[in-house]
């Protein structure tokens, strides 16, 4: 038998399936998906590798054999398949594919260790040398740092040294001690300790309810001593042993009350649709406005996916979103529930990974990364707010979530659902193309109306002489709901305190030395950092060029507006969620609780504040620039700002209260704009779906941004240029030419970042063409990279991204 195998190593040289003959001791052990130990290359040095596929031929000769199988993670059937479609789809690496699939942290740290065991006698100097130092095993690090590698290997082939590999996890095993009870009779047990020994009494008598638990819970709750513990254990009452501890997130180990909510006409309407048809393949897209219940059916379908035996993903575009989306379900089936995104420990992540890959939770919810869970028996894929940017992953391969889905619901036969109030476009326009078949949820669900939107033209508010950021509305309704004990939500998608910091005198501002982007000013640590690669400086007192004492601040971020708002509300309790105040672990989950638990009146945001919420005594939201995201120059900047806005609006009166939002804007006649405020998303595509169609854009076209990123910049340029005229001689042989439209090679908008120039080339197809678009693509820049491009030149493949920014 033979198995070919992929290896764990990054090196596009290696990026192919390598052929092994299987030793009769693993035939009936080794499947498909194990990891493996392989001698790999020259000197035949172990190495990290997984099965990919096992058959009973092969035509090449003198193959190596497999080492050793590595039973404690195997990847399932569907993740094997994942791993070749995976590099089909996103032009990625075999190791790229494989590193986003299984944990971090679990790749084997190899150890190779060097003794002397030939004769000791008629030595050469040099040998005699090697021989004293090696008397006992030296780590390879050792003789590297000495240079006596290359002295080594002859002796080693002459049998005089043995050299020893061996592989460890570079994740740690944590561990527990735990008592386990020995008792037949209690009654008999308990004669052994005499009647004033209350305390032991109870502390055997839990013991022996439980059959097990934790010696640490012992002594927390029943203040059981080592003492008490070790008499118990000399009287063969008690056995304390040390397991195996299974590590996850805190908001797991919490009590929540268990609850559920009965289904209300239009979400038992959705329920029944899908339930009709659950053991197909089926793709939904649910278009709920904001507040209407999805979560509610999203628990429904895990209760009834969970009475077949089966698992279920459910996936939330940020992480922001999971502690809400975790706590609703742990109200509903207990803690038996997994959680996979990146803020999760990779211990934590690891020990998850293994009880759903053993079946021993049912429910993953997470981030876009969980959608590679190791499910053995998956029946339902749910994706919320389907429309997020942050399903699109950033590094290779570059998915999309809503595509492997889509992959991994047709390879398992069972149905995907997809959820937004503001639907992509993408996703509507297969809707209308009967690709998916749309369910609605139009009403909410305490059948509040939606909340009531105010639309405050800005370039008013500045002629009536009000030159602060906060109209005279949205000032007059934050009091009142302070007043009333309600609380607020703010929202600017902008972080940090100022924007840039410049000199008024000569104009210089401080930038980025490796980004040449202007430094956002941090006004907590008083630093100006840049919001790319975390360069970051003490801001001077005097401008560096002229020595001037007018360096200011200028424009401004969540931070300052924090602060702004402790001057016009000093009685308020104000809050801000936005990634540099949720940098430490449980920091999230911090600001949520105290939002729920009515510590927070005011809440000031980025756009983590606009997605999927729920707070039940917001009765106003405040979008301070609502167009800040319509300048942006991006051909979806219209369709992310309707979107924005309509979420945020939706975080509004989803209690018993209504709700209030102000919109403050300063092209309040945009299209994009006036949809949201009405909240109309028919209106709102309409008018968006022609402007995509008449400059062909998605969904009317696919869509490849070619990154040319390099050391420097004249051999950045070189190369762009010579892969776009390598490109267009391809494509304009094996497609039509009007079919094609090359854009570039141009200056990306960004055009240096941590020392790296930029340059992109933009290409948009029709549809049909996709898989031959690839072939050219893994063609001219892959295969044949090196002839097309300088050697410190990196070509990025971004297949249908979501921005060309």
Known sequence: MYAQVILTKHSKAI????????????????????????????????????????????????????????????????????????KTS???????????????????????????????????KSQQEICDFLKDHKDETEIVSLGWLNRLRPL???????KREFFQYDMKTQYKTVACSNIDDLETALTKLSKSAKKQRKILEFIDEVKSCDVSMLNRELKCTKKILDKFVEDGLVSVISVEKFRAPDILNKNHQKRSYPLNYDQKVVFDQILSDLNHTHKYLLHGVTGSGKTEVYLTLAEEILNRGQQIIILV???????????????????????????????????????????????????????????INLGMIILDEEHENTYKSDNNPKYHTVEVAEYLADLLNIPMLLASATPSLNSYQRVLDKDYQLLEMMNRYNQQPLPHVHLVDMREELLSGNKSMFSELLIEKIHERLEKKE??????????????VSCRMCGYALKCPRCDIALTYHHKDQTAKCSYCDYQL????????????????????????????????????????????????????????????????????????????????VTLVGALSADMSLNL????????????????????????????????TYVPEHYAITSAVTQNYHQFFDEEIQVRQLFNYPPYTEIVNILLIGETEKNTIDSAHNLSHELTRFIHKRIKPDAVEILGPNPALFQKLNNKYRWQIILKFDKIDMVLMRNILHYVCIQHKDKVVRNDVYINININPMSLL
């Open 15 to 86: 990026d192919m399936a390598f052929t092994y003959k299987i030793p009769e001791k693993f035939e009936d052990l080794i499947q498909v998906g194990h990891k493996v130990i392989v001698p790999f290359g020259i000197g035949s040095n172990l190495t990290e590798a997984f099965v990919l596929s096992i058959t009973e031929t092969t035509e090449q000769k003198r193959l190596k054999t497999i080492h050793q199988i590595v039973k404690d993670l195997q990847l399932t059937l569907s993740q094997v398949e994942m791993i070749s479609w995976l």
């Open 317 to 375: 575009p940020e992480i922001a979103l999971t502690p809400q989306m975790v706590g609703k379900f742990i109200k509903r089936f207990g803690n038996q529930i997994a959680i996979m995104h990146s803020k999760v420990s990779p211990g934590e992540r690891y020990d998850q990974y293994k009880s759903i890959q053993n079946g021993e939770v049912n429910i993953v919810i997470g981030a876009r990364s969980a959608i590679f869970s190791p499910c």
């Open 633 to 664: 120059p991006d051909y979806r900047a219209p369709e992310k700002t309707f979107q924005l806005l309509t979420q945020v609006a939706g975080r509004a009166g989803r209690g018993e209260k209504s709700g209030e939002v102000v919109v403050q």
């Open 538 to 617: 003490k801001v001077p007192k005097y401008c560096p060029e002229c020595e001037s004492h007018y360096f200011k601040f200028f424009g401004a971020g969540t931070e300052k507006i924090e602060h702004m708002l402790n001057d016009f509300f000093p009685e308020a309790r104000i809050g801000r969620l936005d990634s540099e105040s949720t940098r430490k672990k449980g920091e999230l989950e911090k600001i949520i609780d105290q939002v729920e638990r009515l510590e927070i009146d005011i809440l000031i945001g980025t756009q983590m504040v606009t997605k999927g919420l729920d707070f039940q005594n």
């Open 156 to 162: 080693i082939k002459k049998g005089l040294i043995i």
């Open 90 to 124: 996103y032009l990625c690496t075999y190791s790229e594919a494989l590193s986003t699939i299984i944990p971090s942290k679990t790749k084997l740290i190899k150890n190779v260790t060097y003794k002397w065991v030939g004769a000791h006698d008629g030595l050469t």
């Open 487 to 500: 609380q607020v939500i703010l929202f600017y998608n902008r972080k940090g305190f100022s924007t840039f």
